[in-house]
Structure formats: structure tokens, C-alpha cells
């Protein structure tokens, strides 16, 4: 007779299968933390075999010990002006520090932060068989090949694969300095982007103003009383464009916006499109990003500098995508200059405080939209006080140095506040290898992301030959 199933006959679990004892439920945690480690060590050791390897291959690199051999700098303070007893008594005087010393356009070692023309370099002040050629004098007047002073400040580079020639674009900011107010910032009206050509990195023809200043029209974003800053150009290999990408404010800083602007040749001239607000956020210190895959990104700093932005453009590079993410959170980071070497992406800013130079720290990350980490202050020589005022400067870009993979070029301003058309450049051999100098905040440890070292020279030589065309 066949059997009835009903609720009546089902077998019923016993408890023994339902509850697990103590010691089975310690064995498990303990076997899942045990795999969990293994995977992290399996992970930890990948990665650090891999930078090991990175770092071997670059140290070897007969360049590199060159670049690495820093010079240290002893700046002696000036002698105490003399002052009248009535002013010691209602002030007394306060010891004067280096960073004081910088910004005092009276100060009597001004000279050792910003050195006359008379050290000038160039191609019209050292000619084909001075062995200065191909050297950087970080920090002296720097002349174009028609032995003027170039004007690219806050500026990047775009290596055009086209025509093999190095495009610099900067603020031309050759015009007097002023404040609109009493408290406003130091300023210069804006003329436009310049824009230089090289085929060796050292030798730069100035091809002029590729985006002009509008002289008559005040509510043009680039009147000449507005603010232009930062510019950067990428190329868009779908739409044959090169696109450029600006800070746009009005003279108290309070319209924050990004500018964009389009040429079909790299010399221009560009043609100005809008400006916008980024993803309805402030933006004032900005840079992008082209990665390997062509993706290009828009970095800048936003919510009253606290903290840093990033997002992808659109395919044409006219416009951001909705995508955003908030990085470096509440750190007030600036000047941010975005690298990559190997599948790392690093990065470089600087503190807020205005013209005066700050600590820069160097962060980096698995992925460009984060998260980020920060690896410490990644300059190496001259002095304490060089180390935690970025050598008197401020990122802006860095490029990779032809010829030593893992190696860079870091560019900087040191900004002359009296006078920002003579403000300096500064560029510096980088390099990536060795371990971060900052315990880690949110990878417990793994991977072991590799130091970034800026390291400081009065002088320095390229490597000839090698990578992309230096001639």
C-alpha cells in the first residue's frame, strides 16, 4: 500500500545539525582568518616582488645614482635690521624665519631664491659646445630661444606623438603685478596661455599666445581683470582635437569654475567654449589626466579647498561625466599633479596658503577614482626647510623622463608674489622605488605602494638619448 505523505511524516532535523558547537566555531573563524591571511601574503608578496623588480631595474640604471646624489643647502639669515627703540617697544622682535626671508621682496638674500639674469640659461646664453647644454638651473631665469624669459607658469606639458615635439602651455603672465584690494591676492591681468615647442625638453620656441585675454568685454570669463590659471592640454585622438583645460575665476576668486577650449593645431589658437562648474561643485586648483586606455580625467580641488575632486570626461574630453568621487577628504590639498607608472597612479600636492610655498605630500592608488593613500613628503635635500616648502615651490606637473623608465620630471613654480612674471620654474628628476615613509590608512599594510622621492639639485643634466625623441 503506497505511504501518505503529510506534515505529520516529514523527517525532522535533529539538533545536532542545527547548532555548532564552540569548538567547531572556533576552528572555522580560525580557519577563515588563516586563508584570509594567506591571501593577503600571496597578494603582499606579488606586489612586492614586482616593485622589488621595478626597483632593481631602475637602480641599476647608470643615470640614476647620478640623479640621486642630492645637495644639501646652508642658507645663513641676514643680520637683524636695525630698528628704533620706540618700535622695540611697541613690538618686540620676533626671530625672522627662511620662509619670511622668501616673501620679503627687501630681504637681503633674495638674491639666493630668485638670481638676476646674469645666471640666466638658455640656448642664446650657452651655445652648442657649452657643457651647460641640457642642464636645468632650478630656480634661475630660464630664456626661450629668443633669449626672453619663458612664460608658462602653473603650466603642463603634452608630448605631441604626431609631430615628436614637446608642447609646454602656462600662464603668460608678463604684465605688472597688483592687488585689487588691500587684502586681495597678488595678481596679474590676464594676457592668455602661452604656449612653447621643443624637441629636447631644453631648447623652447616660444610660439605665443594660443589663447588670448578678451580686452573689451567684461562679462567674457576671459577679461583681461578675470583669473586664468593652470592650463593643461590633452589630445583627442576620436575627434583630432587638442583640448584644453583651465581654472576660471573673476579677481576675488569667487566664481571657482573650469574653462575648456579646442584647436585642431597644438600652437592654436585655441578657441574658448564655456566655463562650468564641475559636477555642481566650486573648482579652483585643477589638472587632467589621460590614461593608458585614453580615458582622461578632471582632478581639482573643491568645497572650499578641503578637499580633492576627480571624475572622467566625456569621450570628446568637452565635459565631465556625472561620475565623481571626493578624495583626500577634509586634508585642504591643492596644485595636484597625476602620474602613473606601471598600474600605480601617483600623485602630488600642495598645501593651502596662498603664494607662500607649503609641504607637498605625494598619494597614491590602485584605481584613479581612489581610494587614495598618502605616502609622506616626497622631497629629498637641500635643507628641513626646503624639504617642508617644496625647494620654495609648487607642483604643477610631472612627466616622464625619456630614456629611465620609473623615472620623472617634477615640474614646480617658486611664485614671486611682488612680481609674478618673474616667478621661477623648477624642475626636478623624481623617481619611484623603495617603501612609503607614512604608515598606511586603508590598506592594512598591503600593497607595499613605493616611495616617490623629489630630489634636489642646483643643477642637473638630462640623459641624451633614449625613450621619446631628445635630439
Known amino acids: 500500500m503506497r505511504m501518505m505523505k503529510n506534515k505529520h511524516n516529514k523527517k525532522q532535523p535533529t539538533t545536532s545539525l542545527l547548532r555548532c558547537s564552540p569548538v567547531s566555531l572556533v576552528l572555522s573563524t ?5 586563508f584570509m591571511i594567506h591571501l593577503t601574503m600571496l597578494y603582499s608578496r606579488k606586489y612586492t616582488v614586482d616593485l622589488e623588480v621595478s626597483s632593481q631595474l631602475l637602480t641599476h640604471h647608470p643615470i640614476v645614482h647620478e640623479l640621486e646624489r642630492v645637495e644639501e643647502e646652508n642658507i645663513h639669515m641676514p643680520p637683524p635690521r636695525k630698528r628704533s627703540p620706540r618700535a622695540i617697544k611697541r613690538k618686540p622682535k620676533t626671530p625672522t624665519t627662511l620662509i619670511e626671508e622668501f616673501l620679503d621682496e627687501n630681504s637681503q638674500i633674495r638674491h639666493l631664491f630668485f ?24 630656480g634661475k631665469i630660464w630664456m626661450d630661444t629668443e633669449g626672453n624669459p619663458i612664460q608658462a607658469h602653473g603650466g603642463g606639458i603634452l608630448f605631441d606623438e604626431r609631430s615628436n615635439v614637446y608642447y609646454w602651455y602656462g600662464e603668460y603672465k608678463d604684465g605688472p603685478t597688483y592687488q585689487t584690494h588691500k587684502k586681495g591676492p597678488a595678481r596679474v591681468d590676464i594676457i592668455g596661455v602661452g604656449c612653447y615647442s621643443s624637441k629636447d625638453l631644453w631648447t623652447w620656441k616660444n610660439e605665443g599666445v594660443v589663447l588670448a585675454a578678451e580686452e573689451t568685454d567684461e562679462a567674457h570669463d576671459l577679461h583681461k581683470s578675470n583669473v586664468l590659471e593652470r592650463p593643461k592640454v590633452i589630445y583627442n585622438s576620436n575627434t583630432k582635437k587638442y583640448v584644453m583645460w583651465m581654472h576660471i575665476d573673476d579677481a576675488n576668486y569667487t566664481k571657482a569654475s573650469v574653462g575648456v577650449a579646442t584647436s585642431d593645431d597644438p600652437t592654436g589658437p585655441f578657441e574658448y567654449l564655456y ?16 590614461d593608458d586606455d585614453n580615458t582622461a580625467y578632471l582632478i581639482y580641488s573643491s568645497e572650499d579647498n578641503s578637499v580633492l575632486h576627480i571624475g572622467p570626461l566625456t569621450e570628446d574630453y568637452l565635459d565631465v561625466k556625472p561620475v565623481m568621487k571626493r578624495i583626500m577628504v577634509g586634508q585642504h590639498r591643492e596644485a595636484p599633479a597625476i602620474f602613473k607608472h606601471q598600474r600605480t597612479y601617483y600623485m602630488i600636492t600642495s598645501g593651502c596658503t596662498g603664494w607662500a610655498p607649503n609641504e607637498a605630500l605625494a598619494h597614491a592608488a590602485e584605481s584613479v577614482m581612489g581610494p587614495w593613500e598618502t605616502l609622506g613628503n616626497p622631497c629629498v635635500g637641500g635643507n628641513k626647510v626646503f624639504r617642508l ?18 623615472a620623472f620630471i617634477f615640474m ?5 608674489p611682488a612680481d609674478l612674471r618673474d616667478s621661477r620654474y623648477l624642475w626636478l628628476p623624481l623617481i619611484v622605488g623603495g617603501p612609503a615613509d607614512r604608515p ?18 642646483r643643477q642637473w643634466r638630462l640623459p641624451s638619448g633614449g625613450g621619446k625623441k631628445i635630439s
Open 30 to 34: 580560525v580557519v577563515g582568518c588563516v
Open 412 to 416: 614646480a613654480d617658486r611664485w614671486n
Open 115 to 138: 638670481p638676476d639674469t646674469k645666471t640666466a640659461f638658455g640656448p642664446t646664453k650657452n651655445d652648442a659646445n657649452d657643457t651647460s647644454r641640457r642642464t636645468f638651473f632650478p
Open 275 to 290: 566655463s562650468k562648474s564641475p559636477h555642481g561643485f566650486d573648482s579652483r586648483d585643477m589638472t587632467v589626466f589621460k
Open 440 to 457: 598606511l590608512e586603508f590598506s592594512f599594510g598591503f600593497p607595499m605602494w613605493s616611495r616617490v622621492s623629489v630630489y634636489w639639485h
Open 389 to 406: 616648502t617644496t625647494f620654495f615651490a609648487q607642483s604643477t606637473f610631472v612627466m616622464p623622463l625619456p630614456g629611465v623608465p620609473g
